[in-house]
């Protein structure tokens, strides 16, 4: 089974760098089966006609003791690379939805906009998260870091350098989330396998195929980390 | 003077060398803008309302709700009543709004009425499908099959066939629009940037010198983006509408639904060879379904011509939704069900297929030599004759390894492209061409292609591409780009160069013709101490810049490739699961211009071959006509856990380099499917006739294999 198939949030045990609370779905965990633990465990013998038929991808509802915000517009204030930013939005309004259209911080990127794909994946905290699936007011109060915190402007982070020397990036749309993803990843693993690498990104998709370059990629990089060049 | 040949091999300093994509540090550190990324001031988001049948004709369509809606600044149709639409998720009308949430809030709230009409949406088989669905397309014969299957020694029959699956780019297509006065601008997820123009002058009602296309990076393409779309159309008439600009891209559902299908083709196969493996007769019927219009006809079988052989294929018009061109249109599928008949054919013989396919060799025509000597180059460094067994022999235990390979080919060829080389009087040198880079690294071999023509390193040069004010060049499909534009710019630099020896030959021997551009300098060809430093050769030009023209040309590019792939699986008998653990590509492209960017095509090719193997398929559900699974976590793609080892190596020197360029796009994308069918045959003794090869698939030929013993 591919490893990713059962990771699809993030928090699975091949990518630790992930942050439990990347979803408010997540932070009360409920007893009996989860939609997430159950599609974990269900593997490759559920079909995706069978999930649809029985509901299991239908919304569930967020913490039911949530405070109430909105549903008009209020002001919120994110830590985003150091600074603070203040926005007024509606409520409902994700954390990329705020990077991207209210702040226009455009690196992270959306393209399945429910967690799986790790296009959007920014750091809350030094942790990977998936920024389409947390609401920007969850995010206040906390360190986020985009990929452009991870680098000035010219300058190239470790990572980022070694993603140009690998090739590891062709349309590039999904690169910015492999890259914040590596950040995590090395973070924790600052000494991976091959074989630690191979399980630990199954939470990003490249449709382009550039995995051959990130897996190169992310080795080197853990070398030039160490080597104290980050 | 400078000529307008490639370099001799001892001659190229850039050229087939392997150098990182000049993008790479912007896309690298997210600070690429995508037609995506871009925020204009004052800018509006749009939605569309869908179509939820597959076939219906629309009678009420009513905006009034939607248009009171709060943050929403203008609506208009896609649609009109009275119209049938044909497949789920039609675009009925669009919004723009304040913010996202009250576009999507927006457009929910349009009410559409329909007339729902009986659809198809099934894979289905043209008996199945019935008259009204069916379209025999054509019916080639050569030779004779039927008396020849009569004398063969060995005749296999079989079916086998791939379904529809669909794009799935990451930036999902489409585009912002902003007016001033009546000029557009359009920063559009696109193949094509030179011909979008032309599509929304006429639409807008505007002259096309008035349409500013510009897309300097786009998140893949594969074939989806040519055109506007009808999302670009109401994209700008609701920036017009509105007086603001408009970004409306669509939403993953709408994407997988509508944004790019590759038709299915199936083909029951009947076909023989003699007892010494010679292929002799051919007989194949093929259907498949490319939505309600018909595809490209199959031509079968792929790449071997035996001297008997008949087709015939038949298009399904159904209500699966509008496909598109998908990366080399046709191949893959017709690659699979050849080459998997064929592997069965060698099987029954019985044969390695190694030695089958190199047997026949010569029935590939042209490129047989090529071919002879990438079967055998794969094979080693597939290490095949070591590794391969006969299919179904087995080890113990429920881990069973298998083999298969594959050829493909494709034309390649070069569009009409134009280039401007300009080089400034401060030793600067920029080259503009109105083309794209999707990814394939089109960019960087403009680079180099001037670069090395010009004598300087890659940095000096400075590429100007998507947009569509610089000189027109061709869509990026077919694997014409790179043919295209390394020809345009070769061409343009020479002449650009030649105008600057002119200029400066009176300070260097008064000879031009005797002067050449190498290592940063102007020198005298021969005569290493006369030479001037690039920078102030140009200052020779005192004020006015050189610019000069190129435009395609047939003399430095050339057509048809050949490739060979091998791919090594293992199986679990017990759950069905399909391991790659080994591919091999030797792929022929002529003359490489970055080792680096062709490799990482290849590699790139092997993925997406790899999820079409084994995970892709557009599902339909017959009872509501539409897609089961037009999202991410059931359009499955491969992960980086799932590629096993990727070994390519592309064929160079002489007789491959001296073809000229050739593009790479598409050919290593044609038969990964092929090889992973067939290598599954061999691990588990049984084929798995379709694709995807899902553990369920896998089961179910091991039980009716089991049946059958
Ligand atoms: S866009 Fe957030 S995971 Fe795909
Ligand atoms: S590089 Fe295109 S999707 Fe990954």
Redesign the interface.
């Known amino acids: 089974m591919s490893d990713h198939r059962s990771n699809g949030s993030g928090n699975g045990p091949g990518n630790p760098g992930k942050a439990d609370n990347a979803n408010p779905e997540n932070a009360k965990p409920e007893k009996g089966v989860s939609r997430r633990s159950f599609i974990k465990g269900a593997g490759v013998a559920v079909s995706a006609v069978t999930m649809l038929r029985e509901g299991l991808l239908s919304p569930t509802a967020a913490a039911a003791d949530a405070k109430v915000a909105g549903p008009g517009a209020i002001a919120m204030t994110l830590k985003i690379n150091g600074q603070a930013h203040k926005i007024t939005a509606e409520p409902r309004l994700t954390l990329l939805d705020a990077l991207r259209n209210n702040l226009d911080i455009t690196g992270a990127k959306k393209v399945c906009d429910r967690a799986t794909c790790g296009a959007c994946t920014v750091l809350m905290d030094g942790k990977a998260i998936y920024a389409c699936t947390l609401l920007a007011i969850d995010a206040q109060g906390h360190d986020l870091q985009t990929i452009e915190g991870l680098s000035a402007e010219g300058a190239l982070h470790p990572i980022e350098a070694a993603f140009v020397d690998h090739d590891a990036q062709q349309c590039g749309f999904c690169t910015p989330g492999f890259v914040m993803a590596a950040k995590s990843f090395l973070d924790a693993h600052p000494q991976p396998t091959r074989e630690q690498v191979t399980k630990g990104f199954g939470g990003n998709f490249c449709r382009c195929g550039t995995y051959v370059g990130v897996r190169e990629a992310v080795l080197d990089a853990a070398g030039r980390m160490r080597g104290g060049r980050a | 003077m400078a000529d307008y040949k490639w370099p001799a091999a001892e001659n190229r300093s850039l050229i087939g060398k392997r150098i990182?994509?000049l993008?790479?540090?912007?896309?690298?550190?997210?600070?690429?803008?995508?037609s995506?990324?871009v925020?204009r001031p004052g800018m509006l988001?749009g939605k569309m309302i869908l179509s939820p049948y597959a076939h219906a004709k629309v009678t009420k369509i009513d905006t009034t709700a939607a248009e009171k809606m709060p943050g929403v600044k203008a609506v208009t149709l896609i649609w009109e009543v009275g119209k049938e639409v044909q497949w789920a998720g039609q675009e009925i009308a669009a919004v723009a709004a304040e913010?996202?949430?009250q576009a999507r809030d927006a457009a929910r709230a349009i009410k559409v009425e329909y007339e729902v009409l009986p659809h198809l949406v099934t894979d289905a088989t043209p008996q199945q499908a019935g008259a009204d669905h069916s379209k025999q397309l054509s019916e080639q014969k050569t030779g004779d099959p039927d008396p020849a299957f009569a004398q063969a020694a060995a005749t296999i029959e079989g079916t086998y066939g791939s379904p529809v699956i669909t794009h799935?780019?990451?930036?999902?297509h489409g585009q912002v629009t902003e007016w001033q006065g009546d000029q557009l601008t359009v920063w559009a997820s696109t193949q094509a940037v030179s011909n979008l123009a032309g599509e929304y002058a006429p639409a807008m009602e505007i002259p096309a010198g008035n349409v500013h296309i510009i897309t300097p990076?786009?998140?893949?393409g594969?074939g989806s983006k040519f055109n506007s779309d009808v999302w670009g159309f109401a994209c700008a008439r609701l920036s017009k509408k509105s007086g603001r600009a408009v970004k409306m891209l669509l939403?993953?559902d709408h994407e997988l639904m509508v944004a790019g299908a590759r038709p299915s083709i199936y083909a029951k196969v009947k076909v023989a060879a003699k007892a010494d493996g010679t292929l002799v007769a051919w007989k194949s019927e093929s259907w498949g379904t490319a939505g309600p219009g018909s595809a490209g006809n199959p031509t079968l079988p792929y790449v071997f011509r035996p001297e008997n052989r008949s087709s015939r294929h038949t298009a399904i018009s159904t209500n699966i939704g509008p496909a598109r061109a998908w990366r080399a249109p046709n191949h893959p599928q017709m690659a699979l069900i050849t080459m998997s008949a064929l592997e069965d054919l060698a099987a029954a013989v019985p044969m390695d297929p190694l030695d089958f396919f190199l047997k026949n060799i010569e029935l590939t025509g042209t490129l047989a030599k090529v071919y002879k000597e990438e079967l055998l180059k794969a094979a080693e460094l597939m290490d095949w004759k070591k590794k391969w067994h006969p299919r179904g022999q087995m080890v113990a235990g429920p881990i069973q390894r298998g083999l298969g390979l594959s050829l493909h080919t494709w034309g390649g060829g070069g569009h009409q492209s134009n280039c401007n080389c300009t080089i400034h009087p401060d030793g600067s040198v920029e080259v503009s061409l109105g083309s794209q880079d999707?990814?394939?690294?089109a960019r960087t071999v403009i680079g180099i292609v001037a670069a090395e023509t010009l004598g300087l390193p890659l940095e000096a040069v400075k590429v100007n591409i998507g947009d569509n004010h610089y000189p027109a060049s061709g869509a990026s499909g077919g694997s014409t780009t790179v043919g295209g534009v390394s020809s345009s710019t070769r061409r343009a630099a020479n002449n650009a160069l030649n105008e600057l020896l002119a200029k400066v030959a009176p300070s260097l021997g008064g000879d031009a013709e005797q002067l050449e551009a190498v290592g940063g300098v102007i020198r005298v060809k021969g005569d290493t101490s006369k030479f001037l430093p690039w920078k102030q050769a140009c200052a020779k030009l005192a004020s006015t810049p050189i610019t000069a023209a190129g435009q395609t040309s047939k003399d430095l590019i050339s057509s048809g490739v050949g490739g060979v792939q091998m791919a090594e699986v293992s199986v679990d008998m017990e759950?069905?699961?399909v391991r790659v653990e080994k591919m091999v590509a030797a792929q022929d492209c002529g003359l490489v211009i970055n080792l680096?960017?062709a490799?990482?095509q290849v590699?790139?090719?092997?993925?997406?071959g790899i999820?079409y193997a084994l995970h892709e398929e557009k599902?339909m559900?017959q009872q509501t006509g539409r897609c089961?699974?037009a999202?991410?976590?059931?359009y499955?793609?491969?992960?980086?856990?799932?590629?096993g080892e990727?070994v390519v190596h592309m064929m160079t020197g002489p007789g491959y380099d001296d073809r000229g360029v050739i593009g790479l796009g598409e050919p290593p994308v044609i038969s990964p499917g092929a090889v992973i069918s067939n290598a599954v045959a061999n691990a588990i003794g049984v084929r798995v006739p379709t694709l995807p090869i899902?553990?369920?698939k896998v089961l179910a030929a091991l039980e009716s294999k089991g049946a059958k013993a």
């Open positions: 990182s994509r993008d790479g540090p912007l896309k690298s550190s997210g600070r690429a803008k995508y995506f990324d925020n988001y913010t996202e949430d799935c780019c990451l930036e999902s990076v786009m998140g893949g594969f939403e993953r999707l990814g394939t690294g759950t069905g699961v680096k960017t490799e990482s590699y790139g090719a092997f993925i997406m999820t599902i559900d089961l699974n999202d991410m976590e059931f499955k793609l491969a992960g980086l856990g799932d590629i990727l899902t553990p369920s």
